[in-house]
């Protein structure tokens, strides 16, 4: 079977010392990190604890919802009264529309009463070809 291996005491001495030499390295550098940050890291200040929350009235609650009220009323009138208001077609209008609309037809009617009926089902005669 092996031996089991031993550590002599030196070396466990030498070790401990290069830890702390790197221990105290490591400390100095943490210190001059935290001395380049401490003008600019200023905790912020706390919130006054004793100050209590702030709450409105029912008294201020309903004068604010009359302003707000009257505030829209004024809004939605001044709309309404810069709106155009919508045209409407007077009866004179209206009666020369369907007096125009008539004559329009019967012009139509008559121009396809003029016309000679188109049996379609029949195909016309070809045209003959002309002679040599």
Known sequence: MPRPRTI??????????????NR??????????????????RPTPLPAAGKPKRTIS?????RIAAAQRRRWTALKKAKKESALKKRRL????RRHIIE???????EFR?????????NKSV???????AAE
Do not use: C, F
């Open 90 to 93: 007077s009866a004179e209008g």
């Open 123 to 129: 195909k016309s005669p070809a045209q003959p070809e």
């Open 100 to 106: 125009a609309t008539r004559k329009r037809w019967a």
């Open 24 to 41: 105290q390295r490591i400390a100095a550098q943490i210190a001059e990190v935290q001395r380049l940050l401490a003008p600019r890291h």
């Open 110 to 118: 008559a121009k396809k009463a003029r016309r000679p009926a188109v």
């Open 8 to 21: 002599q005491p030196w070396l466990l001495e030498a070790a401990l010392l290069g830890l702390e030499q």
């Open 58 to 62: 029912a008294a201020g609650r309903k």
